[in-house]
T-cell receptor
């Protein structure tokens, strides 16, 4: 159990366009989902936390108007990178948790590699 | 906020030997400590975790120890195999942070034949 999927696994887009990434919990209901960004050979950087039906909470320094997050159901969250630029190229990873407290494990998706040309 | 330090950054062991990765944390309120394995181009995979009410947990060749007083925890892999080669991340969180994990900087483990 505890499987999280992401789609697409990789995407190439032109500068100025928007890209949507989907994150799904396949076999459990995810009360909380998280979005991370990871640069090569670096650790994971939390971008935002989203609870189903609520607005996402963004980490300091993350532009909420650029990285739109929607958590419309207990199994689906989406991240839209708006007006993408080459510096947005990165590995984006989502994770999902059954609960809203630290008592629950966090399970990660396989990641989406975004390249902006 | 929480700060997690992880050492070493790289570790090379021979197949069959043991590997130990250590992490320290700063927030005494942290009470959940997972370890993740990340292979190249993939998302992190939860391999073992420990909560602050226990000092050690084992799962086959993998074990984690926690010293709350010293605020450090360690991952132990015995009888290493080539497929153990990956980047390992430790993390910490507590109930007051809505499951937010603070990650260590990662350890690249290379198991050589």
């Amino acid at each position: 159990g505890a499987v999280v999927s992401q789609h697409p696994s990789w995407v190439i887009c032109k500068s100025g366009t928007s890209v949507k990434i989907e994150c799904r919990s396949l076999d459990f209901q995810a009360t909380t989902m998280f979005w991370y960004r990871q640069f090569p050979k670096q650790s994971l950087m939390l971008m935002a936390t989203s609870n189903e039906g609520s607005k996402a909470t963004y980490e300091q320094g993350v532009e909420k108007d650029k990285f739109l997050i929607n958590h419309a159901s207990l199994t689906l969250s989406t991240l839209t990178v708006t007006s993408a630029h080459p510096e947005d190229s990165s590995f984006y990873i989502c994770s999902a948790s059954r609960g809203t407290s630290g008592a629950y494990e966090q399970y990660f998706g396989p990641g989406t590699r975004l390249t902006v040309t | 906020g929480e700060n997690v330090e992880q050492h070493p950054s790289t570790l090379s062991v021979q197949e069959g030997d043991s590997a130990v990765i250590k992490c320290t944390y700063s927030d005494s309120a942290s009470n959940y400590f997972p370890w993740y394995k990340q292979e190249l181009g993939k998302g992190p995979q939860l391999i073992i975790d420990i909560r602050s009410n226990v000092g050690e947990k084992k799962d086959q060749r993998i074990a984690v120890t926690l010293n709350k007083t010293a605020k450090h925890f360690s991952l132990h892999i015995t009888e290493t195999q080539p497929e153990d080669s990956a980047v390992y991340f430790c993390a910490a969180s507590h109930t007051g942070t809505a499951s937010k994990l603070t990650f260590g900087t990662g350890t690249r483990l290379q198991v050589t034949l």
